[in-house]
Every structure is written in C-alpha cells, then in structure tokens.
C-alpha cells in the first residue's frame, strides 16, 4: 500500500509532506514508510539533547571532584571568525555566559546579532564554531591499544552525534596538516612540579590516550536546516515539486551547540575515567587518582593534580 495515500489526519496534526534538505525528514521516511514527516520530525529533534545536557551536568560534578574543569564558547558564527585556531582554557575563560551569544569575544556580539538579524529578514540561517576544553585531565584516560577505547575517537562519535555538527577537530587537527612534523608536535620538557609541554597541538590526547594537557575540542555546526525562504523539495503524497516544508525554526543555535557539546565531552571524560580508576564512592575514586598521581611522581605532567579529599 502507498502510504501518501493514507490520510492520517485523525490525529488532528497538521501533516508534512515536503521533506526539508538538511533533515532526516526524506530518509527517514524511506526508512520506516511514514506517510507523515512529522514522524520523523519529533523524533529527529535537537530538543532530546536536552537529557545529554542534564546527563552531562552530573559528569561534570563528579570531573569537578577529581580536578577537572570545562569551559565552552563560541569561536565562529555566520562566517565571522573570532579566534584563529584552537581555543585554550584562557581563550573560554573571556566567555561571559550571560551574554547573548557566550563568544569568546563578548565585545563583538551586537556584530554577530546584526548578522543574524539579517539572515533572518532574508529567510536564512547561519552556523559556526564552538569550542570545548577540559583541564586538569589525568594522563592515561583512554587506550592505545583497542581502537574502540581511543579517547579520540570516543569524543569524535560523542560529539559528531550532536545533531548538525558536521565535523570535529581535536586540538590543532585541522591546522597541523598544513606544516612540517616540527611544528605539528609538543616537545617535552622538564618542569617545576612535573613534566611539561612546550606546546599544546595534540589537544591533550595522543596516541588515543589523554597526555594531562588541556583536551581542546573544536565542533563545526552548519547552518539551521529549516528555511524560511525553503529550498526546491518534492511533495511526497502529490509527487509534485515544489518548495520544502516550513517550520517553527531558528536562525541558528551554536550557542546552544556549545552547551551541548560541552556536555558530550563531558560524559566521555567521566566514562574514560572511571573506567580507569573505579570506584564505586566517589572517594575510591579519590583514592585511586592520588595513587596514581604518586606513582607518577616527578615524570608526571605538571598541571596534574588531585584536589584534597
Ligand atoms: C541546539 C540545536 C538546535 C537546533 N534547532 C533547530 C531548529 O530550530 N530548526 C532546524 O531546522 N534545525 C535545528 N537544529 C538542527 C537539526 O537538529 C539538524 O539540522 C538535523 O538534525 C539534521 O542535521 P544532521 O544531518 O547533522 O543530523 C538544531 C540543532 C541543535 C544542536
């Protein structure tokens, strides 16, 4: 049976029958023969990551516990670039997480608000560029050995999963391949508490395994995929061409996109970590990092620490 013909008006919805480029309205109507889009639509919203932020709120109060401390923000939007490469801790330190955009250039977003006023009167969206760092990670989260334990891949599928981000970077990846080894890698020197780092391109993960730098994750958002001013689509119950569907949307939302990933790499870090040190109270947790910490010694990176108990 074609499922355009059914009328499934007796819920009372208004139903959608031109799928938006940019969603998954068309493929997954394929996939499960909906005859509404909107069966796709409700589920396919942004709005479930919500239960990642809150998930991610409790992986941050136990991080908290064992000395680490995230920050996100802003880095791009509509076009506009406000960093040149990766974010450090002191770059999302400037974010003022009250203002309208949380960039990590809070005297440049009444530009950025007039941009996205513009692209709204023309019936478009913008995307952009958001950036996440967690300091004080211990070494050795992770794995080198098994490819599905590399922290790097674990934060890539996390954040990746974030609907509309289309690519990820990992400290200086993107930029890196453009030069020499020399100027790709971070020297290792000695320092007063530790071992130290001269630089910080690997974004804090080499080899798959966190190295006690800064975790530097970059998240690249394309534009809102819901146009007002909608693109050419093809109306499923008719076969028609036309225009795509139109609804409630926004102009775009990367400062949300921060928030979110954020999160995501939040529940990775929590993960990697207890799978490392256990503990089923957060003070055998404790117990075990300061073991650690000490076994490492003077070998160990210097922002490495364990907060008193
Ligand atoms: C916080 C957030 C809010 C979003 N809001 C909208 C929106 O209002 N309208 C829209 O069309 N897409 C919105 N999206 C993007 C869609 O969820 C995304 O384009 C869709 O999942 C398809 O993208 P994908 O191919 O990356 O999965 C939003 C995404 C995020 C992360």
Redesign the pocket.
């Known amino acids: 049976m074609d499922p355009w013909s059914v009328d499934p008006a007796q819920s009372g919805r208004r139903r959608l029958t031109a799928p ?1 480029p ?3 309205d068309l493929a997954g109507a394929w996939k499960f023969g909906h005859a509404d889009l909107r069966d796709v639509l409700e589920r ?4 479930e ?1 919500a239960a990642r932020v809150a998930a991610g709120a409790v992986c941050r109060q136990l991080l908290a516990r064992c000395g680490v401390r995230l920050r996100s923000g802003v880095l791009a939007l509509g076009g506009v670039s406000l960093l040149d490469g990766p974010p450090t801790m002191a770059d999302l330190e400037r974010v003022d997480p009250t203002s309208p955009l949380t960039t990590v250039a809070p005297e440049r977003e009444a530009e950025l608000v007039g941009r996205i006023d513009a692209a709204k009167a023309a019936g478009d ?1 913008l995307g952009g560029v958001v950036g996440v760092v967690a300091a004080g990670v211990p070494p050795g989260l992770g794995s080198y050995a098994r490819w599905e334990e590399r922290l790097d891949g674990q934060l890539a599928q996390a954040v990746m999963a ?5 690519a990820v970077a990992l400290g200086a990846g993107l930029e890196v391949p453009q030069g020499p080894g020399s100027l790709a890698h971070d020297p290792i020197v000695p320092g007063d508490g530790g071992l130290r780092r001269g630089s910080n391109r690997a974004g804090g993960i080499e080899g798959g395994v966190s190295n006690g730098e800064e975790v530097v994750v970059r998240a690249f ?2 534009p ?4 007002r001013d909608p693109l050419p689509s093809v109306d499923l119950a008719s076969g028609v061409p036309g225009r795509a569907a139109y ?4 102009v775009t ?1 990367v400062p ?2 921060a ?2 990933v954020e999160s995501a790499v939040a529940f990775v870090l929590a993960r990697a970590l207890l799978a490392t040190f256990g503990g089923s109270r957060i003070d055998d947790t404790l117990a075990a990092l300061e073991a650690y910490r000490r076994r490492l010694g003077a070998l160990g990176p210097e922002a490495f620490v364990v907060p008193p108990r």
């Open positions: 938006r940019g969603h998954a396919a919203s942004a709005r990551t969206t974030v609907p509309a981000v289309k958002m394309k809102i995929s819901t146009l609804e409630r949307s926004d939302a949300a996109c928030v979110i």
